[in-house]
C-alpha cells in the first residue's frame, strides 16, 4: 500500500505513514465473489468502484480542482506593473495552488488561491496609489513651476 500523502511504500495493516505520519484511510474491502452465486457466467461486481479495477489505493476527491494559471498570470502582471513586494508573494501564493493541486490536496490549493487573489488585489491597489500619488505631484510640481516662470 502507498501513503496518500507522501506515496512511499507502507505496510498494508498501517493506520498512520511512517514516514510522513499521514493518518491512511481503511483499505476497502472488496468482494470477491467467494459465496455468490455465479448467474450464467456473471458475477457481480458493484462492490468493486463501481464494478472497475482499483489499482491499490484511491485518491479521495475533496472538491473540484482549482485553475492555478490565470491566478499565476495576475500575480506575474501586477509584481511587473504595479507592486513588485506584494507580487511576489502573489507569485508565491499562486505556484503554492499549482503544488497543493497535484498532490491532491484540493483544501490547500483552495486555500493558496484565496490568499493569492487578495495579494493580486493588494499589489494592483497599491500600484494604482502610488500611481495616482505620482501624477498628482508630478501635476502640481509642474503648475507650480509654471507660475514661477510667470
Wanted: hydrophobic share 40%; aromatic share 16%.
Amino acid at each position: 500500500m502507498n501513503c496518500i500523502n507522501c506515496y512511499k511504500e507502507i505496510p498494508d495493516d498501517a493506520r498512520f505513514c511512517p514516514y510522513c505520519g499521514a493518518e491512511q484511510p481503511e483499505a476497502p474491502e472488496y468482494d470477491t465473489g467467494a459465496g455468490t452465486q455465479q448467474n450464467e457466467g456473471y458475477q457481480d461486481n458493484s462492490s468493486w468502484n463501481g464494478g472497475g479495477y482499483s489499482a491499490g489505493y484511491q485518491r479521495y476527491d475533496q472538491g473540484e480542482p482549482v485553475n492555478w494559471v490565470p491566478y499565476l498570470i495576475l500575480a506575474i502582471i501586477s509584481t511587473i506593473c504595479c507592486c513588485p513586494p506584494f507580487g511576489i508573494v502573489a507569485i508565491v501564493f499562486a505556484a503554492k495552488i499549482n503544488s497543493a493541486t497535484y498532490a491532491g490536496n484540493n483544501e490547500e490549493a483552495h486555500r493558496a488561491a484565496r490568499n493569492a487573489k487578495i495579494w493580486i488585489i493588494v499589489a494592483f491597489v497599491v500600484g494604482l496609489l502610488v500611481e495616482l500619488f505620482s501624477m498628482a505631484f508630478g501635476v502640481i510640481g509642474s503648475i507650480s513651476e509654471f507660475y514661477y516662470y510667470y
